[in-house]
């Protein structure tokens, strides 16, 4: 394995000449070209948040369950206890876990996006 | 489906027109959406209730060789939703828009169905149908699972069907500086339904564009909204029913979310914009989780 460019670095240099080009384009590719670094940066932050995000996330599902696996396995294995009725909102930590997974989540895909608890 | 914005002009008189026009072929039996011809029909009724809406000037005829199509007039204003929350411009009419936008949804929900040709959905019957697309897709989300189960647990009480616009949101709405919602768009998704899923549509928070902190569409408050309704007649309506429409209006979106993504997976289109839509189904979630948090 080669240390350099990084990965983060090749996408950031593709990110940045599209960028670059985005004023020449005709209004349609130009915001296509704007949604494309928005897949960079998506791309970006997975490559540098990602791997953290799923070993929390496998740490979470670990405890929930009971069960040892990987990522996909646990996060079947607890749809299905779902699907099933065996586990809903009332089941301590659920609520907890999954919150803390998707906060995991939504910081690689949508770092701006703003969620507030509705006030009841 | 089809919008093009044109300049008639006769006698020296300019008009502003938009034509919508269907340019395949539609079956109004199988289709979620209405024809032209019933969402003419639904304009005028709206207009007759007293609920602004850019008017029907012309329902084409085949003599028209326009196919199945529309010309109403042109309203203007603005519609981008992130304006009309965050732009200067609207500073004075955004603290009038929850309550005017409650006093529409009434005025809409009073006009009678008869000889209009809608169907109706109500809350399971759209868990039903999401559920399927979302088990379909082999898509494996914990916290859409837990939503489609919550939901289904807390279905409301049963209440009178009314006329639903159902894609009442900011985006939808033409706002103009001064007089607020100047037109309500978009009525092809209308159909028979619980009064509570129009008033939700609006406060979902992928609508309110970054002011999460305005649950009606990113400018007002639900109180608002809600008296707004009751003020132009409509009924009371508990801001626990709204918010289980509003928890059923994520989960929609999430699904819909994904379905622009199997889109891309599937091969059926290779736009970048579907696959990153994708990605807008966390958003959905972290919604889903904050509302099953707060309960109804």
């Known amino acids: 394995m080669i240390e350099h460019p990084k990965a983060e670095e090749l996408v950031e240099a593709v990110s940045k000449w599209i960028d670059s080009v985005r004023p020449s384009l005709p209004p349609r590719d130009a915001f296509l070209a704007r949604v494309a670094v928005n897949v960079l940066g998506v791309v970006q932050r997975e490559l540098a948040l990602g791997p953290a995000a799923e070993a929390n996330a496998v740490r979470r599902l670990r405890d929930l369950l009971g069960q040892e696996g990987d990522f996909q396995a646990l996060n079947a294995q607890l749809c299905e206890a779902i699907r099933s009725g065996e586990m809903g909102v009332e089941t301590p930590g659920l609520l907890a876990a999954l919150k803390a997974n998707i906060t995991e989540q939504i910081a690689i895909d949508q770092p701006n996006y703003v969620s507030v608890r509705p006030a009841t | ?296």
């Open chain 2, 1 to 296: 489906m089809e919008t093009w914005a044109f300049t008639a002009v006769a006698e020296g008189v300019r008009k502003e027109l938009i034509l919508r026009r269907r340019p395949g072929p539609f079956d109004e039996e199988t289709s979620r959406s209405t024809s032209l011809a019933t969402e003419a029909a639904l304009i005028r009724a709206a207009e007759k209730a007293g609920a602004p809406v850019a008017p029907i000037i012309h329902l084409a005829e085949p003599e028209d060789g326009l196919g199945e199509a529309h010309i109403t007039a042109r309203i203007s204003g603005e519609t981008l939703g992130r304006k009309i929350v965050s732009d200067p411009k609207f500073e004075t009419v955004r603290p009038h828009l929850a309550r005017q936008c409650g006093q529409i949804l009434a005025r809409i929900h009073s006009i009678s169905p008869e000889g209009l040709p809608l169907k109706s959905a109500d809350a399971l019957g759209e868990l039903d149908r999401y559920e399927a697309v979302y088990r379909h897709s082999g898509a494996e989300r914990p916290i859409l699972e837990l939503a489609f189960q919550y939901l289904r647990k807390a279905t409301p009480p049963p209440i009178q069907d009314v006329v639903l616009h159902a894609d009442f949101r900011n985006g939808n709405l033409m706002v103009d500086p001064d007089k607020g919602v100047a037109a309500v768009l978009d009525w092809e998704l209308s159909h028979l339904g619980d009064p509570a899923e129009d008033l939700s549509w609006l406060c979902v928070n992928s609508w309110r564009f970054g002011r999460s902190d305005k649950p009606v569409g990113g400018f007002g408050e639900y109180q608002e909204l809600l008296e707004g309704y009751a003020e132009a007649g409509g009924a009371e309506i508990p801001l626990s029913r709204v918010l289980y429409w509003q928890t059923l209006g994520s989960l929609k979106w999430g699904v819909m979310c994904l379905m622009m993504y199997e889109s891309y997976a599937s091969g059926g289109t290779t736009s970048v914009e579907r696959p990153m839509i994708g990605r807008r189904v966390s958003e959905t979630e972290i919604d889903l989780v904050h509302l099953m948090e707060a309960g109804l």
